[in-house]
């Protein structure tokens, strides 16, 4: 991967992030919004019960996977698939920049 591919993905990932950002935003904004700023330190139970929960936890675990991806792209190791050690490609990187698996290990579960 070279510095510039590096540099578009970083780009994308923090779009997508500040994306995400707004989504949550919207979401917690209509009605739910004590639900949410009190939901994490409840069990995982109660939140189920709301409709829109589901749907901002998606949101968030993107979102974690988001912040995963700049950090190893601090460190250097991002691009690297978690399951095999070996490269993921660019074509894939492109759709999916915050992806932690390969082509092979994601067709693989
Ligand atoms: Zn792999």
């Known amino acids: 991967m070279t510095d510039q591919d590096k540099e578009k993905l970083k780009s994308l ?19 739910f919004g004590s639900d949410i700023d009190s ?7 109660t939140e189920e019960l709301s409709s829109n ?8 675990d993107r979102l974690s996977d988001i912040d995963e991806a ?11 698939c978690e ?3 070996s490269e993921i490609s660019m074509d894939l990187l492109q759709v999916n920049p915050e992806s932690r698996l390969c082509k092979n290990c994601k067709a693989n579960g």
Request: charged share 40%; proline share 2%; glycine share 8%.
């Open 13 to 31: 990932l923090l779009k997508e992030r500040v994306d995400l950002e707004k989504r949550l935003l919207e979401l917690t904004d209509v009605d």
């Open 39 to 45: 939901g994490e330190q409840e069990s995982d139970e």
């Open 53 to 60: 929960i589901p749907v901002s936890n998606s949101f968030r």
């Open 70 to 80: 700049l950090e190893k792209m601090e460190a250097g190791t991002y691009g690297i």
């Open 83 to 85: 399951n095999c050690g």
